[in-house]
């Protein structure tokens, strides 16, 4: 018996509808040839030698197919039981994962006598099967190599799977759209996999005029002339139809098979409320080959049998109709797959597979920009945009979550109706903004119709810039034909939400256009392309690396935490102008209460000498504010500390800036010559309350002092700006800030003199969570930090002071802030969110990932005030340190500067500019920029271009680009939590491995000419 079941070749099968012998059937339109249905034309030897040993029992089984559904069967038993007992000869998978749905398929196999035909539905499958379009997306799609490539997609993932038949979405097929499905469908079947069309109209036909009969059928005609294999109908339409075909002279199957020409397969599933007799007889009788059902198999069974022994039913008709299947069988491999799977030839899971790229670029493919006559898309100029979303009709979650990735988003949900419009939680806020997106969530026509929630959005448009996104039928946009911009995204998926988004602000471009007429304003055919100004946001597959060969920073990353190198992390790699991983693992503390987000926001640390400084200075440079040869000391108006006489107050100055007067004895250990006499008129006066004096640790206190300054080498000002960015100033590698923490060596208690734990009086500054320190503080330092001793040799050596200097001297130039600066130049115009100094002023504190519980100073678990004490006397912004972000706004600068410093359309930064600042000057520094290491080891990979640049930080993060591979790399932690003393991401080497991984990615992927390929290469 099994090698009658098993036989082992490939030939076509065919399909003959069986018609009722009524007077009428000849007389009902002309019989049209024969379409081509695919395994009509193949050899019938297997199934006609099966046939012919099958019992009855055998053949009824053979008719029925089950519904495997987790959320249904439970179980295997019942499917089981009734394939091993009752020989059900058909399994449908619905909603099972991939690797659930090969293993069940396997079991199945191996409990059935005869090979099982494996079917799924595409609109309930699993997660890594390619998502199948809707049709009206399928026919917004310009290039028609795509097309092709989902249905031989569908059909290698079907081989894989061991899946023999894919069940189309259940939808009205319209003429417009019919074309592109028969693309998708006919290189299916190439493939041997059986197509099956839905047609889900329920009004019976025998009450239909022939004239709207032939306008439903339309599309299914030109299905069925293309040779589709399988056509599911409504069991309704088909029992309705069959009580009345006589009187009305009309016969579904008569009108399938000679008006429709269809030939093949054709199938109805039961709902679980039907009359399982009475429909199974009618659908039987009405020609149907094949019930699906999801219970009573068992039953359904003993019905079929007693309708045959009862003579409702011919034994001929049943062997006619279980032929069909079997030589279905025969022809899509389903034999092949069941002497295998039984043989236990197969692998445990299929070949992973990368179904969602192709779904990805579908979805990009068809999304329609319809209208936008002033070219505002994708936006510009995010500097003064301040846009709200409206999600109407229902929330759409993914599309907000996509445009906060680039630029700040508020909005709200609002609900509609015909009678009431448009029901706003909060319409007070729409005039705080000047852009306004309504994304309209599959609204129905007839909602429209009454006119009061199209009145509701119009007086919107009147106030705002606004931009309509469709989610839904394109009809829909005739209503909004006076609107300025009319995106068309035809559904709601959550993908198809992420790429609308996306569009909006050029992480895509628009390519689709409308696939039919809309009101009078919009032909077939409509559709403005733009291209991509910003990052995507997408797949690994989407530039030609496996998401396999990126897993290892999963295990990496999981690694370092249990092994508490740090709590928590972002990881982002963005390659080509895509970010392709962006993923946020663990917590914000060891205690696990609280997981990390992608947006949350770390402690850059160092990285703000990049960021920040250099990013600053750049600008400068190339408009002449900064001469990269200029002396620091030209961009100082005043290089003295200045003191005017005041009596008995303290003054504060450095070691480096000394004072002659008539107790000048103090300094006796300076020689002559060494101090420059500067006139008392030329000292302007200065409000000096409050500021305390240190000379070497000693307090002074100054009569009537003149300011005199040291003006040998070793002064600070006499320092290129090219020093300071290369770190070859000279200058230590910090400042000495202990005698600022401590008043007079105090180390009991930092509050009394220089700092309170209240906001109030001069104790503005501040510095961690009710630590406030004297504003004086602030400017004695800042000043202090001027007059440094320079050692004598120059040679390389890594400085905070070097670019807290720098800091000063933008701030000097500009007579303003440099964290104003970098907002109006480089944050706001590229929609950064959260990198920014003191976070707490305008974030939330459960975004705001904690570093180090400072034991010694603040005696606080530090959670977003920056970690650098330097930094935190400073108030928090320095050159050095002091910014905090998550991976996402760091990347974005990185890309500008990979771009050539044009970003969403805007140039930033001149191309020479950012070649000049990157390019290796001096050992392993740019400037301002770290460069791969000549020897030794770097926090990064080792294959690194040598043309790559970045900077790492104290805290645990690491941001770096490489413009040969177009690759932009960030890794953020808070290794220091809970403690500074933690080297254990350091030692384990975690930033060096994961972007070794990225690396190693990037060569896999160069073995093949496209991943493609390598995904349906059998």
């Known amino acids: 018996m099994q090698n009658r079941y098993s036989m082992l070749?490939?030939?076509?099968?065919?399909?003959?509808?069986?018609?009722?012998?009524t007077i009428y059937s000849e007389n009902r339109g002309r019989e049209i040839e024969d379409a081509d249905v695919p395994f009509l034309q193949a050899r019938s030897e297997w199934a006609d030698s099966v046939l012919r040993q099958m019992s009855l029992e055998e053949k009824v089984g053979q008719l029925l197919a089950v519904v495997a559904d987790p959320d249904t069967t439970g179980g295997q038993l019942p499917i089981t039981h009734w394939l091993r007992e009752y020989h059900a000869g058909s399994i449908i998978f619905n909603n099972y994962s991939y690797e659930q749905q090969y293993k069940r398929t396997l079991l199945y196999q191996s409990y059935a006598a005869l090979p099982l035909l494996v079917g799924m539905y595409s609109d309930a499958q699993n997660d890594q099967f390619v998502e199948f379009p809707d049709d009206w997306s399928l026919a917004a799609v310009r290039e028609d190599t795509l097309i092709g490539k989902l249905g031989k997609e569908v059909a290698h993932q079907s081989a894989q799977l061991g899946n023999q038949l894919y069940i189309l979405p259940y939808r009205q097929h319209r003429s417009a759209t019919v074309g592109k499905v028969l693309k998708v469908t006919s290189r299916m079947q190439e493939e041997t996999v059986l197509a099956c069309a839905r047609f889900e109209y329920t009004h019976p036909f025998s009450k239909t005029s022939e004239q709207s009969r032939d306008s439903l059928w339309a599309p299914y005609k030109a299905m069925a002339r293309s040779g589709i294999s399988v056509l599911m109908l409504n069991p309704n339409l088909i029992v309705e139809d069959t009580v009345v075909s006589i009187a009305q002279n009309f016969s579904i199957k008569d009108y399938l098979h000679n008006h429709i020409g269809f030939k093949g397969l054709l199938v109805a599933e039961l709902a679980d409320s039907m009359d399982l007799t009475l429909y199974l007889t009618k659908l039987m009788r009405a020609g149907v080959d094949m019930v699906i059902l999801r219970k009573d198999v068992d039953k359904a069974c003993r019905t079929l049998i007693k309708l045959v022994k009862g003579n409702y039913l011919s034994e001929a008709d049943i062997n006619q109709k279980v032929r069909k299947i079997l030589m279905a069988k025969a022809w899509s491999g389903a034999v092949d797959f069941h002497a295998a799977a039984r043989r236990e030839q197969l692998a445990e899971t299929p070949p992973a597979a990368a179904p969602t790229l192709l779904s990805r670029r579908l979805t990009e493919a068809a999304i329609t920009l319809v209208k936008d006559p002033q070219r505002q898309l994708p936006f510009q100029h995010l500097a003064g945009r301040r846009m709200y979303v409206l999600n109407v009709g229902g929330k759409l979650p993914e599309f907000n979550t996509y445009l906060g990735y680039y630029t700040s988003i508020h909005g709200q949900e609002v609900a509609i109706s015909r009678k009431e419009g448009l029901t706003f939680r909060n319409k007070g806020e729409l005039p705080l903004f000047n852009t306004l997106v309504m994304a309209l969530n599959n609204i129905p026509l007839d909602t429209l119709m009454s006119g009061k929630v199209i009145e509701d959005l119009r007086q919107l448009k009147e106030r705002h810039q606004v931009v309509v996104v469709n989610f839904g039928a394109p009809e829909v946009l005739a209503y909004f034909a006076d609107f300025p911009v009319l995106v068309q995204a035809y559904n709601n998926r959550p993908l198809t939400q992420e790429v609308a988004a996306q569009l909006l602000f050029g992480g895509v471009g628009a390519q689709g256009r409308l696939p039919l007429k809309v009101g009078r304003q919009f032909a077939a055919g409509t559709g403005i392309q733009t291209q991509p100004t910003r990052l995507a946001y997408t797949i690994p597959e989407?530039?030609?690396?496996?998401?396999?060969?990126?897993?290892?920073?999963?295990?990496?990353?999981?690694?370092?935490?249990?092994?508490?190198?740090?709590?928590?992390?972002?990881?982002?790699?963005?390659?080509?102008?895509?970010?392709?991983?962006?993923?946020?693992?663990?917590?914000?503390?060891?205690?696990?209460?609280?997981?990390?987000?992608?947006?949350?926001?770390?402690?850059?640390?160092?990285?703000?000498?990049?960021?920040?400084?250099?990013?600053?200075?750049?600008?400068?440079?190339?408009?002449?504010?900064?001469?990269?040869?200029?002396?620091?000391?030209?961009?100082?108006?005043?290089?003295?500390?200045?003191?005017?006489?005041?009596?008995?107050?303290?003054?504060?100055?450095?070691?480096?800036?000394?004072?002659?007067?008539?107790?000048?004895?103090?300094?006796?250990?300076?020689?002559?010559?060494?101090?420059?006499?500067?006139?008392?008129?030329?000292?302007?006066?200065?409000?000096?309350?409050?500021?305390?004096?240190?000379?070497?640790?000693?307090?002074?206190?100054?009569?009537?002092?003149?300011?005199?300054?040291?003006?040998?080498?070793?002064?600070?000002?006499?320092?290129?700006?090219?020093?300071?960015?290369?770190?070859?100033?000279?200058?230590?590698?910090?400042?000495?800030?202990?005698?600022?923490?401590?008043?007079?060596?105090?180390?009991?208690s930092p509050f009394g003199v220089y700092f309170d734990r209240t906001p109030n009086g001069d104790y503005k500054v501040q510095v961690a969570g009710d630590f406030y320190m004297d504003r004086h503080q602030l400017d004695a330092l800042w000043r202090d930090t001027r007059y440094l001793r320079l050692n004598e040799n120059r040679n390389y050596k890594y400085s905070d002071i070097n670019m807290i200097l720098l800091h000063q001297a933008i701030d000097s130039i500009n007579q303003y802030s440099m964290?104003?600066?970098?907002?109006?130049?480089?944050?706001?115009?590229?929609?950064?969110?959260?990198?920014?100094?003191?976070?707490?002023?305008?974030?939330?504190?459960?975004?705001?990932?904690?570093?180090?519980?400072?034991?010694?100073?603040r005696k606080q678990l530090l959670k977003g005030y920056v970690h650098d004490p330097t930094a935190a006397l400073m108030g928090g912004v320095a050159g050095s340190a002091g910014l905090f972000s998550n991976a996402n706004d760091l990347a974005i600068i990185f890309q500008m500067l990979l771009n050539g410093g044009n970003y969403g359309g805007e140039q930033l930064l001149e191309e020479e500019t950012i070649r000049l600042f990157t390019q290796r000057h001096l050992g392993h520094r740019g400037l301002g920029f770290d460069k791969p290491p000549l020897r030794g080891r770097y926090p990064i990979a080792s294959t690194a271009s040598p043309n790559s640049y970045g900077h790492t930080g104290f805290t645990g993060t690491c941001v770096w680009a490489d413009p040969d591979e177009d690759l932009v790399f960030v890794f953020l932690s808070n290794r220091i939590h809970p403690t500074a003393n933690n080297r254990r991401l350091i030692d384990m080497r975690i930033r060096e491995r994961i972007h070794e991984v990225v690396y190693d990615a990037i060569a896999q992927s160069r073995q093949y000419a496209s991943l493609e390929g390598r995904i349906t290469a059998r």
């Not at 070749?9 to 012998?21: P, R």
């Open 819 to 857: 964290e104003r600066y970098l907002d109006t130049q480089f944050y706001r115009p590229l929609g950064l969110q959260t990198l920014r100094y003191n976070p707490r002023r305008s974030v939330i504190s459960s975004r705001l990932i904690p570093t180090e519980y400072d034991h010694k100073w």
């Open 542 to 748: 989407a530039v030609n690396i496996s998401s396999v060969d990126l897993q290892q920073i999963d295990s990496i990353v999981k690694e370092g935490i249990s092994e508490f190198a740090m709590p928590g992390c972002q990881v982002l790699v963005a390659k080509d102008g895509k970010v392709i991983y962006h993923k946020a693992f663990g917590h914000h503390t060891y205690s696990r209460r609280q997981r990390v987000r992608e947006t949350d926001l770390y402690d850059l640390a160092s990285i703000t000498k990049v960021a920040a400084t250099t990013l600053a200075s750049m600008k400068m440079y190339e408009t002449g504010k900064l001469g990269l040869d200029n002396l620091l000391g030209e961009y100082f108006k005043d290089k003295r500390i200045l003191v005017d006489s005041l009596d008995m107050h303290e003054v504060r100055y450095t070691a480096d800036t000394l004072l002659y007067e008539e107790y000048a004895a103090i300094y006796g250990e300076l020689e002559s010559g060494e101090l420059d006499l500067i006139e008392s008129g030329e000292v302007p006066r200065m409000n000096m309350e409050r500021k305390a004096v240190r000379y070497q640790d000693s307090l002074v206190i100054v009569y009537h002092p003149t300011t005199l300054t040291l003006s040998n080498e070793s002064n600070i000002f006499q320092v290129s700006i090219r020093e300071l960015l290369t770190h070859h100033s000279g200058l230590d590698a910090s400042l000495n800030i202990y005698p600022y923490m401590y008043y007079k060596g105090q180390q009991t």
């Open 9 to 21: 070749f490939f030939f076509g099968f065919s399909i003959s509808m069986v018609m009722l012998a």
